[in-house]
């Protein structure tokens, strides 16, 4: 199959059968780590950027400007390299050191800023609005289009627009889907155009332990594992109808499941993989009757130091 260009290469993931995770039971899984920039991020930058286009808000040439935990950078400079647009990732020093490596060699300008109250490997909610400020106001310095994954309604077309058609393209007997919240992209998208298909599908909204701020509406501990999820706030667009249960994950179960994953699937994935695997795992135990499962393996293993 002839691709015409990068751009091609995003979207339309296979759907994987993970079949030696779970006895006498099968998941189905995107694998989004395949996409060019090694996650399910690149769906929302092709998006963003095409719809910043199209509304003449992002011209060739200009700068882009966008804070970042690393995977949407990474889509970011893949998706602004191939329009002609030079990329400038603010992202908090927490995020891993591989996440920095991956964006510099996809051609990436990178800002770091020091953490607020997080640690290495745990960039928390705070870290976050704080890149989130230096990239506001860098933007406006350098006359950048700033693209705000978070407030962009972009990031949720992408996933309505593609994740969704393709899970139901290819499983249409699909009975529920299962995505960790970040900005809520994912799991807003798919779950939307998945519940006008068959409102009976049930989806399920996956959170760190520490920082399950919609189930519990409380914060334990700002700090986990699982970057680019988890931030301890509520996402600008979140719609709570769309979440049929939320469903916390503990840092030793994602550590667990993302090995697992690797030694026994053959599948070198990271954090939101094996935390999106271990909660489908949850729900099934506790819903037996359910046959037709899919979930995302949101970004490679490759971007993390320890994996």
């Not at 599908?201 to 760190?208: K, M």
Request: charged share 25%; proline share 4%; aromatic share 8%.
């Amino acid at each position: 199959m002839i691709k015409k260009g990068t751009l091609e290469l995003i979207n339309n993931t296979p759907l994987l059968v993970l079949d030696k995770i779970i006895a006498d039971k099968v998941i189905y899984a995107k694998a989004d780590y395949l996409q060019p920039g090694g996650s399910v991020k690149d769906r929302a930058a092709y998006q963003l950027v095409k719809d910043a286009y199209e509304r003449g808000d992002l011209k060739k040439g200009q700068p882009v400007v966008e804070m970042t935990s690393g995977n949407m950078g990474a889509g970011m400079a893949v998706v602004c390299k191939q329009f002609g647009n030079p990329f400038y990732a603010v992202m908090s020093e927490g995020n891993s050191i591989e996440r920095r490596k991956a964006l510099k060699a996809l051609g990436a300008e990178i800002i770091l800023t020091k953490q607020v109250d997080g640690t290495m490997g745990m960039v928390t909610g705070k870290d976050i609005k704080h890149a989130g400020d230096v990239a506001r106001e860098y933007a406006k310095e350098i006359n950048a289009f700033y693209a705000d994954q978070f407030n962009s309604p972009s990031c949720l077309t992408a996933h309505y627009n593609t994740t969704g058609p393709e899970i139901w393209d290819d499983l249409p007997e699909v009975e529920a889907f299962v995505s960790i919240v970040g900005s809520g992209g994912t799991f807003m998208g798919t779950s939307k155009f998945l519940k006008e298909q068959n409102p009976a599908v049930n989806c399920i909204a996956v959170e760190p332990e520490n920082t399950a701020i919609l189930k519990t509406g409380k914060i334990k501990s700002a700090k986990h594992i699982i970057q680019g999820t988890g931030y301890g706030f509520i996402p600008p667009h979140w719609e709570d109808g769309l979440a049929d249960e939320i469903i916390t994950v503990s840092d030793d179960e994602v550590r667990e499941m993302k090995v697992r994953l690797s030694v026994e699937q053959g599948l070198y994935v990271g954090y939101s993989s094996g935390a999106n695997i271990a909660v489908t795992i949850k729900f099934l135990e506790k819903n037996p009757s359910i046959k037709y499962i899919a979930t995302i393996l949101c970004d490679t293993g490759y971007k993390y130091s320890d994996l």
